[in-house]
Each structure stands twice: as structure tokens, then as C-alpha cells.
């Protein structure tokens, strides 16, 4: 159980559920509250991160990705704690079940009366399933060509908050796009700080990330962009629809992200950003209650 709770990396959840979190508070602002839709929107978006993870340590670890190179804690596959076979299962098995959850959630959502919006979200349903496990496993696994952070924009952006709200209100705001923008940045942000401290061994391993094909200079360069745009984003959203000094609570989690990106910019030393990846993943998560919260004070 230990070894499949370490496969799990369970660190990452509070990460994945921050997409979740800002469409339900954002949703509630505006009195759409639903308790069964908050939680197995949870389920089933923790059910996809557990998915991605386990995808993740078969996909790099069958591919020889991971290896003595690579900077910290080794996987599961890498170390043999997990056999390819068993791991292959558990990505079938959490599969199905998220699946399960995710069928549950779109009736309690829907009912039987919007079929359309049913089908609709049973296929995104699938794609993101299908997305989770091909990051890394496969012939074409986009993670290894350069399409990872577009991913994340798409799934731990767009889709987790735009597509949360959309379960409670059954209505779709354009302007959900900028806070949803930015947990999507923030969220590539991560991604994006895994690959510049796997730089190194990534390039020798073929694994062309966009840190690998920008450049280690770059990829930092990008960092700062990405946080930034985060941050301007929400507080674009802010200033349109300001309504309580409270809504400005989340510029508090500027604090942690500052320290962060001062330690990456200085940054020379791919194997010492290991430790800044959870302090980034728990700032957004951070920068997401902090936001939500601040809607419905």
C-alpha cells in the first residue's frame, strides 16, 4: 500500500482540485451551490490526477526515462517496487472507476433531461482519460514532442474551471476564461519547473519537453511569464467585476510565488529546484481558495 500511495503522489492533488475549487466558488458567488456536484467533481478530478501519475511513472519508466539521471525521488517502476504489469492494471482499474465517478457526477448535473450536455461531458469525460495516460505512454506521447503545457492549459485550466462552473450554472461566462487562464498558467508553471529540473536528463533521454527544445535559459524566462500572466489575469477579472476589497485577497499569495520565482530566476542548477515544486503547486492552491474565497466574502 505504501508503494502504490508513493505512485500516487499524492502531493499533486491539492494542485489538480484548484481548477475545481475556483468554478465552484465562482459558481457560488453566484448562488449555485450543490454539495453531490462539489463533491465528485473532486472525485473524479483527483481520480484523473492519480491516473496521470500512475500513466506518468509506466510511461517514462518502460521508456528508460527515468533512470539514475534523473533528479528526485525515483518512481516506482524505475526503483521495482511496481512491475510494468501491475502498474498497466491500476492505470485499467483507475480508469474505469474515475470513469464511473464521472458518469455519476454528469447525471447529478444534468438528470435525464439534457442529453446533449450529458453526452458532451462523457466525452470530455473520455478525452481527458485519454489525455492522462498518453503524456507519457505510447509511440506518440505528446509529453515527449513539446504538447504538455498545452495539455494542462486545456484540462487543469480551461475545462477544470470553466467546465465545473458550467455543472452548476448550466451557463457559460466568457470572462470565466481569465481565472481559468490563470490556474491554467500556474498549473503549467509546474509542469513547466518539473521539466527544467529534469532538463538534463530528459535531452539525453529524448524526451523533447518545450524546457528541452527552448533552452534551460528560456525555460526560465518562460516561468516568469507564465506566473506573471497568472497574476495579471485574475486581476484583470478582479477590476471588471470589483465589487469587495475582499476580492483582492488571493495578491497575498504574491508572496510565496515571488520567493519562488526569485529562487528560479537565480536559479543555475537544474538538481535545486527539486524542492520548489511543492512550494509552487501549494501556492496555487493557495492563490486558488484565496481567490474563490474572496468571491463570496
Not at 456536484?37 to 496521470?52: H, K, P, W, Y
Not at 458550467?166 to 519547473?193: D, Q, R
Not at 511543492?278 to 468571491?295: D, P, Q, V
Request: hydrophobic share 50%.
Amino acid at each position: 500500500m505504501k508503494d502504490w500511495i508513493e505512485a500516487a503522489r499524492i502531493r499533486t492533488l491539492p494542485l489538480s482540485i484548484s481548477g475545481i475549487l475556483v468554478g465552484t466558488f465562482m459558481a457560488a458567488s453566484e448562488e449555485f451551490v450543490n454539495f453531490k456536484i462539489t463533491i465528485l467533481a473532486l472525485l473524479t478530478t483527483v481520480g484523473f490526477q492519480v491516473l496521470s501519475n500512475f500513466a506518468n511513472d509506466y510511461g517514462d519508466g518502460v521508456k528508460g526515462t527515468d533512470n539514475d539521471d534523473r533528479i528526485g525521488p525515483k518512481r516506482t517502476i524505475q526503483s521495482g517496487k511496481i512491475t510494468p504489469k501491475q502498474m498497466l492494471n491500476a492505470i485499467k482499474i483507475t480508469a474505469l472507476l474515475t470513469l464511473v465517478i464521472a458518469v455519476l457526477l454528469i447525471y447529478v448535473a444534468f438528470g435525464k433531461e439534457n442529453f446533449v450536455l450529458s453526452v458532451t461531458f462523457f466525452l470530455l469525460g473520455i478525452a481527458s482519460i485519454v489525455a492522462a495516460i498518453k503524456y507519457t505512454v505510447g509511440n506518440k506521447a505528446y509529453g515527449y514532442i513539446g504538447l504538455g503545457d498545452l495539455f494542462v492549459l486545456l484540462f487543469f485550466g480551461w475545462l477544470s474551471v470553466v467546465g465545473s462552473y458550467f455543472l452548476y450554472t448550466k451557463e457559460l461566462n466568457w470572462f470565466i476564461f481569465l481565472p481559468a487562464t490563470s490556474i491554467g498558467f500556474l498549473s503549467m508553471g509546474v509542469l513547466n519547473l518539473n521539466n527544467l529540473r529534469d532538463f538534463e536528463s530528459d535531452k539525453k533521454a529524448g524526451k523533447n519537453t518545450l524546457v528541452v527544445k527552448m533552452g534551460y535559459k528560456f525555460g526560465k524566462i518562460y516561468h516568469t511569464i507564465l506566473l506573471q500572466s497568472a497574476v495579471y489575469l485574475c486581476l484583470l477579472y478582479t477590476i471588471i467585476f470589483f465589487d469587495s476589497p475582499f476580492q483582492l485577497l488571493f495578491l497575498i499569495a504574491l508572496i510565496p510565488l515571488g520567493k519562488h520565482l526569485i529562487v528560479v530566476v537565480k536559479n543555475s542548477n537544474p538538481k535545486d529546484l527539486d524542492g520548489e515544486l511543492k512550494k509552487l503547486a501549494l501556492s496555487t492552491f493557495l492563490f486558488a481558495i484565496l481567490f474563490g474565497i474572496g468571491l463570496i466574502l
